[in-house]
């Protein structure tokens, strides 16, 4: 996706997690990350949205795609709730304080990942201005 | 310059055979797949029969590689066989291509309900004075009795899982289940994915079972299947006027698409092109073909305009052709409209006359018929057709295979919820 998109990891402002709350694949997915966005993993913003509204199932893709694209909006990081986002294996960058916390956010990522059957799926998502309008036209 | 999509390989696992040759002969024969449901016990059912895959046994199938895909459910089962058999015809090996630029998109049905268990289930939670169910029985019965693993292995997108996983397949990976339409959309789609370069090889298809109890009683609800249980091996009779519902099917259709360059210097042997896809929905009640036939017609419209093709070129229609009274009625509609004057001169068949529907899988397995039917020069009929229709008017090639020079044929699926897909594919140059 971010090949697609002509992305730097360092570019991304915000990951869209899908993080259901399973120990092996939410630890995965953190993994996914970190190798995927490399230095930049450390200090990037993560949505994590599974603890208020659950597993969506095949929906939670267009369900999380669209919490990331109105963070992108807002400019806002929603908070991750329920329980404690200090496991090691994880370690990614969580908004747990419980509330909305200000984010400058122009570039996202959100990815989604099959429970059952091994298909993964990733889309960069890149705020709109006439800056970025004009700059694809030039791009073309 | 738009890259071009070739067709190397082809396996399929149907009610007439499980390997191309063997079926492909019944085909043109006009034999029948058609039989007396064994799958479940279905004499009190107002249909009773249906066209089964007879015999079929994954084990023996892949050999050593059954263990990593033996709790695949029966239409994965059948995916993983037809892929083998197109993979295989490809000639394609781990050397050739990049896993990475190999993807699957598959129309493939959900895999059958663990009817036995769900019924048990809710016969034991059934209070009958009260006339419901006792949820926190049926809870407590189902948690000990439903297998978690049948359960992922019933979703829609399991067999591209294990497809994926058979030939190492990590690009692209989709399934669409719409459906009577839903592996001429997979096929379709398949070839737009390598046009556009997101892979260089795609396994595409469809699968399904569905001659289920759920299966066959939705169908018969829907008074969409036949019930000429006496007469079970004349049952599907599409086109003809005293058509009665289609004959519920099961199996799979696996090709193998490919980047036309990249198929030459790997030095594969290319069967057919990918020339043009159209991809429309009626908008309408999702159990009913709108009347004007406008999906439809868009559909096909829309596949020739991709093909940069006339309706005077295609040399063969393969209907959708189901043998209910409405499809029949409109396809034919719809074909009049946009081949014109050349609608009577062009030959239309339908084989699920003789494989019955194969729901989401037909679309593959109808597609492989017209490959099959431009390399050997020879149409398939449309068996069961006496008693001609004035509202179905058209050349069906009844009751036998019609030798004629086939180059370019165009293949309909329409499925129930509206949507309407079309390929056309022609000849190896």
Same mark, same amino acid.
């Given at each position: 996706?971010?090949?697609?998109?002509?992305?730097?990891?360092?570019?991304?402002?915000?990951?869209?997690?899908?993080?259901?709350?399973?120990?092996?694949?939410?630890?995965?997915?953190?993994?996914?990350?970190?190798?995927?966005?490399?230095?930049?993993?450390?200090?990037?913003?993560?949505?994590?949205?599974?603890?208020?509204?659950?597993?969506?199932?095949?929906?939670?893709?267009?369900?999380?795609?669209?919490?990331?694209?109105?963070?992108?909006?807002?400019?806002?990081?929603?908070?991750?709730?329920?329980?404690?986002?200090?496991?090691?294996?994880?370690?990614?960058?969580?908004?747990?304080?419980?509330?909305?916390?200000?984010?400058?956010?122009?570039?996202?990522?959100?990815?989604?990942?099959?429970?059952?059957?091994?298909?993964?799926?990733?889309?960069?998502?890149?705020?709109?201005?006439?800056?970025?309008?004009?700059?694809?036209?030039?791009?073309? | 310059?738009?890259?071009?999509?070739?067709?190397?390989?082809?396996?399929?696992?149907?009610?007439?055979?499980?390997?191309?040759?063997? @079926?492909?002969?019944?085909?043109?024969?006009?034999?029948?797949?058609?039989?007396?449901?064994?799958?479940?016990?279905?004499?009190?059912?107002?249909?009773?029969?249906?066209?089964?895959?007879?015999?079929?046994?994954?084990?023996?199938?892949?050999?050593?590689?059954?263990?990593?895909?033996?709790?695949?459910?029966?239409?994965?089962?059948?995916?993983?066989?037809?892929?083998?058999?197109?993979?295989?015809?490809?000639?394609?090996?781990? @050397?050739?291509?990049?896993?990475?630029?190999?993807?699957?998109?598959?129309?493939?049905?959900?895999?059958?309900?663990?009817?036995?268990?769900?019924?048990?289930?809710?016969?034991?939670?059934?209070?009958?004075?009260?006339?419901?169910?006792?949820?926190?029985?049926?809870?407590?019965?189902?948690?000990?009795?439903?297998?978690?693993?049948?359960?992922?292995?019933?979703?829609?997108?399991?067999?591209?899982?294990?497809?994926?996983?058979?030939?190492?397949?990590?690009?692209?990976?989709?399934?669409?289940?719409? @459906?009577?339409?839903?592996?001429?959309?997979?096929?379709?789609?398949?070839?737009?994915?390598?046009?556009?370069?997101?892979?260089?090889?795609?396994?595409?298809?469809?699968?399904?079972?569905?001659?289920?109890?759920?299966?066959?009683?939705?169908?018969?609800?829907?008074?969409?299947?036949?019930?000429?249980?006496?007469?079970?091996?004349?049952?599907?009779?599409?086109?003809?006027?005293?058509?009665?519902?289609?004959?519920?099917?099961?199996?799979?259709?696996?090709?193998?698409?490919?980047?036309?360059?990249?198929?030459?210097?790997?030095?594969?042997?290319?069967?057919?092109?990918?020339?043009?896809?159209?991809?429309?929905?009626?908008?309408?009640?999702?159990?009913?073909?709108?009347?004007?036939?406008?999906?439809?017609?868009?559909?096909?419209?829309?596949?020739?305009?991709?093909?940069?093709?006339?309706?005077?070129?295609?040399?063969?229609?393969?209907?959708?052709?189901?043998?209910?009274?409405?499809?029949?009625?409109?396809?034919?509609?719809?074909?009049?409209?946009?081949?014109?004057?050349?609608?009577?001169?062009?030959?239309?068949?339908?084989?699920?006359?003789?494989?019955?529907?194969?729901? @989401?899988?037909?679309?593959?397995?109808?597609?492989?018929?017209?490959?099959?039917?431009?390399?050997?020069?020879?149409?398939?009929?449309?068996?069961?057709?006496?008693?001609?229709?004035?509202?179905?008017?058209?050349?069906?090639?009844?009751?036998?295979?019609?030798?004629?020079?086939?180059?370019?044929?165009?293949?309909?699926?329409?499925?129930?919820?509206?949507?309407?897909?079309?390929?056309?594919?022609?000849?190896?140059?």
């Amino acid at each position: 996706a971010l090949a697609d998109a002509g992305v730097q990891p360092s570019d991304v402002d915000l990951y869209g997690a899908f993080a259901c709350g399973l120990v092996d694949r939410d630890a995965c997915e953190a993994r996914a990350v970190r190798a995927a966005f490399g230095d930049r993993a450390e200090q990037l913003p993560v949505l994590a949205a599974r603890g208020g509204i659950g597993n969506n199932g095949a929906g939670s893709g267009a369900i999380d795609f669209i919490a990331t694209v109105l963070a992108l909006h807002h400019n806002t990081l929603p908070p991750t709730i329920n329980g404690d986002p200090t496991d090691e294996a994880c370690g990614v960058q969580l908004n747990s304080t419980g509330v909305a916390q200000d984010r400058r956010i122009d570039v996202a990522v959100s990815g989604a990942y099959a429970l059952s059957g091994g298909q993964n799926a990733a889309l960069v998502i890149r705020k709109f201005t006439e800056d970025t309008a004009s700059r694809k036209v030039a791009d073309q | 310059m738009k890259r071009r999509v070739v067709i190397t390989g082809m396996g399929w696992v149907t009610p007439l055979g499980q390997d191309i040759e063997t @079926a492909w002969k019944r085909l043109l024969a006009g034999e029948s797949g058609v039989a007396p449901t064994t799958l479940f016990d279905a004499h009190t059912y107002p249909t009773t029969f249906s066209a089964e895959v007879k015999g079929f046994d994954l084990a023996s199938v892949l050999g050593e590689a059954y263990e990593k895909h033996k709790t695949a459910s029966r239409n994965a089962g059948f995916a993983l066989a037809a892929a083998d058999q197109a993979w295989r015809h490809a000639g394609l090996s781990p @050397a050739d291509v990049d896993p990475e630029q190999v993807g699957v998109y598959l129309g493939a049905g959900e895999g059958p309900l663990d009817s036995e268990n769900f019924f048990a289930a809710a016969a034991a939670g059934w209070l009958p004075e009260e006339r419901r169910l006792d949820a926190v029985r049926w809870a407590e019965v189902a948690y000990q009795r439903l297998s978690a693993w049948r359960e992922f292995e019933q979703e829609p997108n399991a067999a591209a899982g294990h497809i994926a996983y058979r030939f190492n397949a990590r690009g692209p990976n989709f399934n669409t289940l719409t @459906a009577c339409a839903a592996s001429t959309q997979a096929l379709g789609e398949s070839a737009k994915l390598i046009e556009r370069g997101d892979a260089e090889v795609m396994i595409s298809g469809g699968a399904h079972s569905m001659i289920h109890p759920l299966g066959v009683t939705g169908f018969n609800r829907l008074t969409a299947l036949s019930t000429r249980n006496d007469e079970y091996q004349t049952a599907s009779r599409p086109f003809d006027s005293t058509r009665d519902g289609f004959v519920l099917g099961e199996g799979a259709g696996i090709l193998i698409l490919e980047d036309y360059e990249f198929a030459r210097r790997r030095g594969a042997t290319i069967h057919g092109f990918v020339r043009g896809y159209g991809s429309t929905a009626d908008a309408f009640r999702i159990t009913d073909i709108h009347e004007d036939a406008r999906g439809a017609i868009a559909a096909m419209r829309a596949a020739l305009d991709d093909a940069q093709m006339r309706p005077e070129e295609i040399d063969y229609i393969s209907a959708h052709g189901t043998g209910t009274e409405e499809n029949d009625k409109l396809e034919t509609r719809a074909i009049r409209t946009v081949f014109g004057e050349f609608a009577k001169q062009t030959p239309v068949s339908s084989v699920k006359s003789m494989l019955g529907h194969l729901v @989401a899988a037909a679309g593959a397995v109808e597609l492989i018929t017209c490959v099959l039917a431009i390399r050997d020069g020879v149409i398939p009929p449309t068996i069961n057709y006496r008693h001609p229709d004035p509202n179905c008017d058209l050349d069906y090639v009844p009751n036998e295979a019609r030798p004629a020079r086939v180059r370019v044929c165009l293949s309909n699926s329409f499925g129930f919820g509206g949507q309407n897909d079309t390929l056309i594919v022609s000849a190896p140059e």
